[in-house]
């Protein structure tokens, strides 16, 4: 009996054996087809995002942007150069040379007894940008231009008109400044507000510098054209021609508006300007023929006008600064 039994679970073992492959978790490798089909759906996006990863990297190698920035920098240099783009004199010494007797331009402070004024910052700032050094000289006017034609100086200035006459002995820097001739007469005068009101007294007399243009307007835009007239009293400088009409040794000095506001500010309710402008000119710094500072000094003067540096000494020259204050 024991032994029928034995056989019996024996057979039901083989027979649970025999039918397990048949089960249904056999079925369980389906996910794993499943999960085959999903990987080929990553993979083929895959593809796409390689090929889309190949423009990129094409402008990358163009450096597209590169190209306008280079441009508009070699049209620069080849224009009006920018300030970082201006000649470098590396440090040359520049012998600069003024007469000290035009105020506001050049001239001795009263009050500290240093030279300064326009032309002294203008100068400086052209060779802070250029690189080079100052080396300030005096010189009267009657000699500034010949001495600066035979090269005993590099650069002269002294509100000189820019003319013909003038650049047949010297170079001229592009203009600096724009200046009209007015004339300056003490606060109280009434005699006359005209050059023709002027010219008819004969009792009254100009105050001037030979050799300029101030002296020149006096004698052809004034009076009869006659350089030798009486009438026109010489002095060695404007300071001088000032202090005379300040006396009233002389009854009127042309200058230019700028430098008339300045001799007005150091003498308040001394000294007005009447009439309108009886010239225009064009003031520039002069060089020994040929000289190679001519273009460096141009540009630089150039970049000055374009970045407001020139009008900031006006401001300063003309209308700021009080050379009566204490």
Known sequence: MK??????????ILVATAC????????????????????????????????LAEPTAEPTLEAPTAEPTAEPETEAAGDVAPTLRLPDLEGQTVVAVTGNDYTPLNFVDPLTGEAVGWEYDAVDEICRRLNCEVDWQVTSWDT?????????FDVG???????????????????YMVSQQFMLVRADEDRFSAPEEFAA????????????TNFYVAVYEVLDGDEANPRIKLFENFGAAVQALLAGDVDMVLMDAAS??????????QLKIVGEPLGTEEFGFIFTPGSDLVEPFNAAIETMEEDGYLEYLNNRWFFLYEPSAQ
């Open 3 to 12: 032994r029928s039994i034995l056989a019996i679970g024996l057979i039901l």
């Open 20 to 51: 397990g492959p048949t089960t249904e978790p056999a079925a369980t490798p389906m996910p794993t087809a499943a999960a085959e089909a999903t990987a080929e759906p990553t993979a083929a996006p895959a593809e796409p995002t390689a090929e």
């Open 144 to 152: 500034m231009i010949a001495a600066v034609q035979d090269g005993q």
């Open 157 to 175: 200035m002294d509100g000189i008109t820019i003319t013909d006459e003038r650049q047949e002995q010297v170079d001229f820097s592009i203009p």
């Open 201 to 212: 007294d004969e009792d009254l007399l100009i105050g001037s510098q030979t050799g300029t």
């Open 260 to 269: 008339s506001r300045g001799y007005i500010g150091a003498n308040p309710d």
